[in-house]
Every structure is written in C-alpha cells, then in structure tokens.
C-alpha cells in the first residue's frame, strides 16, 4: 500500500489548510452564482421585451377590429333606421287613429327584434358599448315618432268627426236660421266629448284641436245661418244687418261685406228666377201652340192637290223637325217656282237692302234671313221680291256669316263697300242716291266681289286679299271701279224710265241670254244688259256697243 506523505504548508504563508478549500469552494460558488445572476438578468430582460411586443400586437388587433365593427355597424345602424321608418309609415297609414295598441305593438313585434338582431353583431367592448348607445337612442326615437304619429292621427280624425258634425249643423243653420242659438250652445259640449274620448290624442293636441275647431265651426254655423234666413228674407240687406249685429265675434268687416253683396245677390237671384219661370211658362205655352198648329197646317194643307202630287211638299209637311215656319216656307217655296221669275233690277235692289239689314250693327241674322224668305215668296213683279239665284246667294251669306272664317270674310267687304260705295256709284249718283240706278251697281260690285274671293280660293290664296290695298288683286283700283260706275247715257237713260216697280213684264229672255244671272232690260232702247259685265244686247240676244 503506498504512503502517501502529507505535504503541510509553511507557517509563514499564513494559509490553514482547512480554511483554504472552504474559501475557495466558496469563491468557486460565487463565481458560479454571479455567472447565474447575470444570466437570469439577461433572460429576464428579454422576456420583458417579448412580452411587451405580444401586448402591442393585441391591442393593435383588438383596435382593428374595433373600427371595423363600429363602422359597418354605422351604416347598418343607418339603414335600419331608415327601415323602421317606412315600415312604421306604412302601418301607421291604415291604422285606427283610436287603437291605443297600434305604437306599442310595432314596438314590441317590430323595432324591438330588429334592434336585439343589431346589437348582436358586435364582438369587441368598444363596438357594443357602440350598438347599446345607437339601439337605445332608435329605442327612443321610436317611442317617439310612433307615440306623436299616432296622436296626429288621432287629431285627424277628432277633427274628420268634427268637420261630419259641422256640416251636419251647418244644414240644419241654413233650413232653420233659428236654430243657431241652440246649435251655438251646444257645440263646446260636442267638442269636449268627441276630444276627450280619444285614446291617443295627447293633451297638447287635444287642447290644439279643441281650440282651433270651436270657433272655425261657430263661425261656419252662423254664416249658414245667416245665409238662410237671407234667402228667406223679403228685406235681405235688413236681415244681414242683423245677424251682423247679432253675432260681431264671428263676423268680421269683410265676412259682412260678403253677406251684404250675397244678400244683394240674392235679390237679383229671386228676380232672374221669377223672370226664367214666366218665359218657361211662356215656352211652354209657345211649344204647345207650335205643337198644334203644325197638326192643322197638315190637316189643312194636305189637302191641297199641289201638294199632295208633289212628293217633296209631302215629305215636308210631315217632317216633325222642321218648325211651322220652316214649313210654311219651305211649301211656299215649292209654290213659288211654279210662278214666273221676278225682274232681275227689283231682285238687285231687293238683295242690296237686305245686305244692308244684315250689316248693320245690331242685326239678328235669322230676322234678316226670313225677310229674304218673305221676298222670295212674294209675287212676281212686287216691289221687294227675290229671284231664286238672289235668294239663294243671300242664304249662303248668312250660313258663311256663322262660321270664324265667313264672318271674318264678311267684316272685310263690309268695311270695303262702307269705304268705296260713293266711289262705285260715281260723282253724280252718290251726290244723291237712287236706288234704282244705284243698287244695281252697288249689286255688280257685291258679285264681282265674291267672284274674286271663289277664284283667289282655286289659286290657293287668301280671299282677303281682295280686300288688301297692298295686293294686286284688290278691288279699289281705279279700273275696277270705272266697271262698275255705268256710263253716263245709260245712267240717265235709266232715270227716265219709269219705275221697275210700275214697268209692265219684261219680254220673255232670249234663249241666248237665259244664262247670265243679272240681266236687266231698258223698254226705251228695247236692250238687254248683263248688269255683270255691262255687256249690252239686242231683242234677240246678239250684242252690240255702247
């Protein structure tokens, strides 16, 4: 076994031998620990720094989602609002206005589920505290808008009942003027009744309507009132005064000016209608007559064997449209073509005096039209009769007179020959007229004159311009004038004929001239004159010169 020598340091050194592997186990540690500690620090110092990274990263998240949630929930927020809006809206248009449960029960069955659907579709803290506010503030508004709604209706209908009564109680004011007082004293207690008993009209809108209503229906009350006992006053103005005196709160200056006028009006209104009864009466008795004498113009006529072998006069008389007259003057005229014709010069002064008559400023056309039928009927050879061709010209000229255009056309040549009359019928016959020479020319003017506007109209012009100093078709220019001015021998030659009235018949016309429409014929000379043209012929037809 080997001996292992101990080895014992110097005393000098000053080292125990026990102390020394104590103290440097014990230095060995402290090394060891503070190689620990450093690294414990270091670890600890990072995981401060992981550890602060993960919160930032978290609440950067948690702000994101947070903006998201709250901004879609905005627009949501926005569109349901507008939803509810319209739905309530369209509830609230058929609603009862007096159902108390209409407002609640849309926001019960309604808002409410729509509102709890809103709220959860948020997840983060901020975003809810975000959807509680805007579900409370829609609660809110809700409640309102349907509760206000609801009273509005309420007072639409308070006063639709209102307006029922009114007119109720303004008939009864208008057939019973007495009555007023009783209607007056009564309404307040009607009001408060038909007010108090809504169930959703609210105490502002009650005390509004109640206010409102009272006095527009008094005052509508009293006007019907005093509108009736007017209509039945025999002094209406007298009558209006009193109720103005009567009533001063709910008739103001205006409203008794008004009544004032209407009882004025009325006056008038009872006068017309007395005078519409005598002329309906009147009309009455004229129909009746007319009724009857048309049967005995038939009983009578009938009988009369020209008539009766004439199919035209049979269908005439019994024509049940055709007035008596009409009758009369249609059977008449059949009658009369069965006479000789009258003399042209006569018709000519016949057919200027009625174009007189009917432009005359307060001519009745159908007076002037019969006068034209009375010349026509008249006898051959009499002072004032018509040929057919005048008749029927003068016809078609109260007809066109009834159209815009005729009577337009008509006041144009009217206001010519009132113009050029003088011109036409010369110096010497204007300075003092003839009818006899003068309407014969003034009757060529008036022909030539519609063949004018007939061959303007083929043209596809205006017949105005006839009319129209400016146009080269007028009729004032010197050489139309001098056509009709006559010559002068055969002015005076017609002067010293005798009357056309007291002339014997003219010869029967030639057959070569029985187609000119205004023929005249001079004893004297034993000639014939187209009164058109003023073309001259002799007994036999053939013309000859001046």
């Known amino acids: 076994m080997p001996n292992i020598r101990s080895f014992e340091a110097p005393q000098g050194l000053g080292i125990n031998p026990?102390?020394?592997?104590?103290?440097?186990?014990?230095?060995?540690a402290?090394?060891?620990?503070?190689?620990?500690?450093?690294?414990?620090?270091?670890?600890?110092?990072?995981?401060?720094?992981?550890?602060?990274?993960?919160?930032?990263?978290?609440?950067?998240?948690?702000?994101?989602?947070?903006?998201?949630?709250?901004?879609?929930?905005?627009?949501?927020?926005?569109?349901?609002?507008?939803?509810l809006t319209q739905a309530w809206n369209e509830q609230a248009k058929t609603a009862d206005p007096n159902d108390p449960t209409v407002a609640a029960k849309f926001r019960e069955e309604v808002v409410e589920p729509a509102l709890e659907k809103f709220s959860g579709g948020f997840n983060t803290e901020n975003s809810q505290r975000f959807a509680e506010q805007?579900?409370?503030?829609?609660?809110?508004?809700?409640?309102?808008?349907?509760?206000a709604d609801m009273s509005t209706l309420a007072g639409i209908a308070v006063r639709k009942n209102l307006a029922d009564t009114t007119t109720a109680m303004t008939n009864t004011a208008i057939t019973d003027p007495s009555s007023v007082p009783t209607l007056l004293g009564g309404l307040?207690?009607?009001?408060?009744?038909?007010?108090?008993?809504?169930?959703?009209?609210?105490?502002?809108?009650?005390?509004?309507?109640?206010?409102?209503?009272?006095?527009?229906?008094?005052?509508?009350?009293?006007?019907?009132?005093?509108?009736?006992?007017?209509?039945?006053?025999?002094?209406?103005e007298r009558t209006a005064e009193e109720w103005i005196k009567k009533y001063p709160d709910l008739i103001d200056g205006a409203e008794a000016k008004a009544l004032a006028g209407n009882a004025r009006q009325q006056i008038r209104a009872r006068n017309y209608d007395d005078q519409v009864e005598r002329r309906r009466a009147k009309e009455?008795?004229?129909?009746?007559?007319?009724?009857?004498?048309?049967?005995?113009?038939?009983?009578?006529?009938?009988?009369?064997?020209?008539?009766?072998?004439?199919?035209?006069?049979v269908k005439i008389l019994n024509d049940p449209n055709l007035t008596k007259q009409d009758k009369n003057n249609l059977l008449n005229y059949v009658d009369r073509t069965l006479k000789p014709e009258t003399d042209t010069r006569i018709s000519q002064q016949t057919f200027v005096g009625l174009l007189r008559d009917l432009r005359a400023p307060d001519a009745d056309p159908d007076k002037v039209m019969q006068k034209a039928w009375?010349?026509?009927?008249?006898?051959?050879?009499?002072?004032?009769?018509?040929?057919?061709?005048?008749?029927?010209?003068?016809?078609?000229?109260?007809?066109?007179?009834?159209?815009?255009?005729?009577?337009a056309l008509e006041r144009d040549r009217a206001l010519f020959f009132k113009q050029y009359t003088g011109a036409i019928l010369g110096p010497t016959d204007a300075a003092k007229y003839n009818p006899q020479v003068g309407?014969?020319?003034?009757?060529?003017?008036?022909?030539?004159?519609?063949?004018?506007?007939?061959?303007?109209?083929?043209?596809?012009?205006?017949?105005?311009?006839?009319?129209?100093p400016s146009s080269e078709y007028f009729l004032g220019r010197p050489q139309r004038l001098?056509?009709?001015?006559?010559?002068?021998?055969?002015?005076?030659?017609?002067?010293?004929?005798?009357?056309?009235?007291?002339?014997?018949?003219?010869?029967?016309?030639?057959?070569?001239?029985?187609?000119?429409a205004a023929l005249s014929y001079s004893k004297s000379r034993n000639m014939w004159r187209d009164d058109t043209s003023g073309k001259l012929y002799d007994a036999s037809g053939k013309e000859v010169s001046k």
Do not use: C
């Open 374 to 407: 009375d010349a026509r009927l008249m006898d051959p050879g009499k002072s004032g009769s018509l040929t057919e061709h005048d008749f029927n010209q003068f016809r078609q000229e109260v007809v066109a007179r009834k159209t815009p255009e005729g009577a």
């Open 18 to 28: 026990t102390e020394t592997g104590v103290n440097a186990t014990a230095a060995a």
């Open 30 to 83: 402290r090394r060891i620990g503070s190689s620990y500690r450093e690294a414990a620090d270091a670890y600890a110092d990072l995981g401060q720094r992981i550890g602060s990274t993960i919160r930032d990263v978290g609440d950067i998240a948690v702000k994101y989602e947070d903006h998201r949630e709250i901004s879609a929930g905005a627009a949501k927020f926005a569109e349901l609002q507008d939803n």
């Open 284 to 313: 009455a008795a004229q129909d009746k007559s007319t009724e009857l004498s048309n049967q005995y113009l038939i009983d009578v006529r009938s009988r009369d064997p020209r008539i009766a072998s004439d199919p035209t006069a």
């Open 188 to 236: 307040d207690h009607s009001i408060s009744g038909v007010v108090g008993s809504s169930p959703t009209l609210s105490a502002t809108d009650a005390a509004r309507v109640t206010s409102e209503v009272s006095t527009e229906v008094k005052r509508k009350i009293v006007h019907a009132g005093a509108i009736g006992a007017i209509q039945k006053s025999s002094d209406p």
């Open 482 to 516: 001098q056509k009709w001015q006559q010559s002068m021998q055969m002015d005076l030659q017609l002067r010293a004929e005798p009357s056309a009235a007291a002339t014997p018949a003219r010869p029967e016309v030639p057959f070569e001239l029985r187609g000119i």
């Open 134 to 147: 805007k579900v409370e503030y829609l609660r809110n508004h809700m409640f309102q808008k349907t509760s």
């Open 439 to 468: 309407d014969p020319k003034l009757y060529n003017a008036e022909a030539d004159a519609r063949r004018i506007e007939a061959m303007l109209r083929q043209k596809g012009l205006d017949p105005h311009l006839a009319y129209d």
